[in-house]
């Protein structure tokens, strides 16, 4: 944690009680309520999850696993209407939408395919307000956006 305007980084705690062995996490985004959705590693495949962030100390609580399967869930962005996109790979990597509530830091409905086709979209960003998405994809060794 540091301050936007620089200064002495601080390290963030995370609870050791979440009965899961979380590799490599990284924040993705900080939600109203400080809640902050990231992503972590578990058995080898990358997965979504939402926690609480306390303050005095700074300390990661509450973390809940949002995403599963046989495939990697990464690269989450949120709009304020609380739609989530995500990139997800089971096979080809593809993008997906999330109904969500972005005050709760929980889905609200089932997961909607975006994409699905040869080229591998991956790192979505969604506007502001919901109605757009941009995202990078490689085909035949070239990156658009």
């Not at 395919?113 to 490689?138: C, F, H, M, N, W």
Request: glycine residues 8%.
């Amino acid at each position: 944690m540091i301050a936007r305007n620089g200064g002495q980084p601080s390290k963030i705690e995370i609870d050791s009680t979440l009965g899961k062995t979380l590799t490599n996490p990284s924040p993705e985004a900080w939600l109203p309520g400080d809640i902050i959705i990231g992503q972590a590693e578990v058995q080898g495949r990358a997965q979504l999850f939402r926690a609480q962030l306390t303050r005095n100390p700074w300390k990661v609580t509450r973390v809940e696993q949002l995403t599963s399967g046989t495939g990697s869930a990464a690269h989450p962005s949120v709009a304020r209407d609380g739609t989530m996109v995500l990139s997800s790979e089971d096979g080809d990597l593809d993008l997906w939408s999330l109904p969500f509530d972005p005050n709760q830091g929980r889905s609200t409905g089932e997961p909607h395919r975006l994409t699905q086709d040869a080229a591998l979209e991956a790192y979505p960003s969604i506007s502001v307000d919901g109605t757009k998405l941009v995202y990078s994809a490689e085909q035949a060794n070239k990156s658009q956006i």
